[in-house]
């Protein structure tokens, strides 16, 4: 492989350079002699390497209690204490670095010649002063080697189509999937509007071939619009006092979980579990009552006379079983919270989006409740009672976050990680047969080429009726 060079901003423009005297300019921007921005990966508080290249800004004003070592990771001491790395040099590799454009003062810009370059960190393989790609510290989660049997891998597309059983994988500077010729490699697109899926709930969509762009960007934060709750009950003897949240002996038992608001703002969601007596109706009848942040969350009783109609109120919902122990859908209330208003640690409405009562035409309905409301809906649907006592609780909102690492897993799915620990399926590696593999023919690179004796191209993915599954080094085959 050729050397990893460095990278630097150049107005909209990037340029390369194979050595660099820094210095830091008067915002604490890492500079070459020429005053150009050096390129590097921000690090997060775990220490992972994530995000885009961009200038990389320093907390330090003396450029001698600046280090930075052999993997390209920079950090400042006070000649005691090491401080905590602050971003990772990034790299850049051309299949044909020789094949660069010189510019002044020993700089290069990309040609047709030498190829698009491959955006990496410093970490396994010498490539020059930094070391180029690893498992801890690029933009991918390392240097991907894939292999498949039988299959082939489909770079470049119609126009360029070539076919390999084994790929190097990395981003170039555009955020494509690319092997280590800078061909992109064809996958099906997650089928989302935004284009990805938590894992487990992605829709690949087989009917559209496209070059994969990993957007690096950072993820928006996510209101929770739906949390599920599962439940299996023991019929307790029903308290004998009314309900208070103080009071452990007013209700059976308590769950909390962390919600988000609008601004990815966490916030406590209390679900209380009490035992009734309603022998009329069923003998096995509980309440579900639900707090936010210790706060009555009920939509308010227009009834009451002002001020009072604009209270709060508790926020209580009958659930009943059958003897058996299943959930009666008839009688159960479902559970829709529309009277939310989040507040910050002094107990005042913060700027995230409020609640639209049922009244103001809140629903059911959550996407098309007004735009960014704080209203959501609990769903319990299949719990059961009796024994045993099982509660679960799970939400859909998150944190916003930067991208931790990039994965490809064994069916061939893009796996992007982000610093809140959300998982994201983006889309699929395509793969391809042939009715006479024999007949390809192979190019200087050793990638192959259809031709008249091998037959057109049959499209599929890993794991999907006949494809076989990828292999790698660093993952199950």
């Known amino acids: 492989m050729a050397q990893a060079i460095l990278s630097y901003e150049s107005g909209d423009e990037w340029v390369y350079a194979r050595s ?16 150009l921005a050096l390129k590097g990966f921000s690090i997060d508080s775990l220490g992972y390497v994530s995000g885009i290249p961009s200038s990389i800004e320093l907390p330090v004003t003396d450029l001698e209690s600046i280090t930075i070592d052999e993997m390209g990771s920079i950090s400042s001491s006070d000649g005691e204490v090491d401080s905590d790395p602050y971003a990772q ?10 094949q660069l454009e010189p510019l002044d003062d020993a700089l290069f810009a990309e040609s047709d010649a030498s190829g698009q370059p491959r955006i990496a960190a410093a970490a396994t393989g010498a490539l020059g002063e ?9 933009p991918l989660d390392y240097t991907l080697e894939l292999g498949v049997s039988e299959h082939y891998f489909y770079l470049g597309g119609d126009s360029s189509a070539q076919y390999s059983a084994s790929v190097e994988l990395f981003l170039d500077k555009n955020d494509y999937l690319v092997d280590q010729f800078s061909n992109r490699l064809m996958t099906y697109p997650e089928a989302s509007t935004d284009g990805m899926a938590i894992v487990g ?29 599962g439940f299996n009950l023991v019929n307790y003897d029903y308290p004998v006092t009314e309900f208070d949240a103080l009071d452990r002996g007013s209700y059976n038992s308590v769950r909390t979980l962390t919600i988000y608001d609008s601004l990815g703002i966490s916030h406590t969601l209390s679900v209380y579990f009490v035992k009734r007596a309603s022998e009329e109706l069923s003998a096995n009848h509980w309440q579900i009552i639900v707090q936010i942040d210790d706060e009555d969350v009920g939509d308010p009783d227009t009834s009451l006379a002002p001020p009072k ?13 059958d003897e058996g122990g299943s959930l009666n859908t008839e009688l159960s209330d479902r559970i829709l919270i529309s009277n939310w208003v989040p507040l910050d640690e002094n107990g005042l409405p913060n700027s995230a989006a409020g609640p639209q009562n049922v009244l103001a035409g809140g629903s059911f309905d959550i996407d098309h409740d007004r735009p960014g409301s704080s209203n959501f809906i609990i769903d319990y649907a299949g719990s ?21 690492h990039i994965i490809v897993e064994n069916c061939g799915k893009i796996i992007v990680s982000f610093t809140n620990d959300l998982d ?22 050793g990638l192959y080429e259809q031709s008249e004796t091998s037959g057109s191209a049959i499209f599929g993915a890993p794991c999907v009726n006949d494809f076989n599954a990828v292999s790698g080094d660093d993952m199950d085959p």
């Open 20 to 35: 660099a005297s820094l210095s830091l300019n008067s915002s604490g921007t890492l500079v070459n002699e020429q005053g």
């Open 89 to 98: 040099v990034a790299m850049a590799e051309f299949p044909s670095g020789s």
């Open 130 to 138: 930094f070391i180029f790609a690893s498992d801890l510290a690029t």
């Open 201 to 229: 709930e992605e829709q690949i969509n087989y009917e559209v071939l496209a070059p994969e762009i990993v957007e690096t960007r950072n993820l928006d934060p996510k209101r929770s619009t739906k949390v599920t709750l």
């Open 309 to 321: 109609n604009t209270v709060a109120t508790q926020a209580v919902y009958d659930i009943y079983f």
């Open 384 to 404: 059961t009672s009796p024994d045993p006592v099982a509660i679960y609780l799970d939400q859909n909102g998150y944190l916003d976050a930067s991208v931790r």
């Open 424 to 445: 994201t399926v983006i889309g699929q590696l395509a793969l391809v047969s042939f009715s006479d593999p024999d007949g390809l023919s192979q190019n200087a690179n």
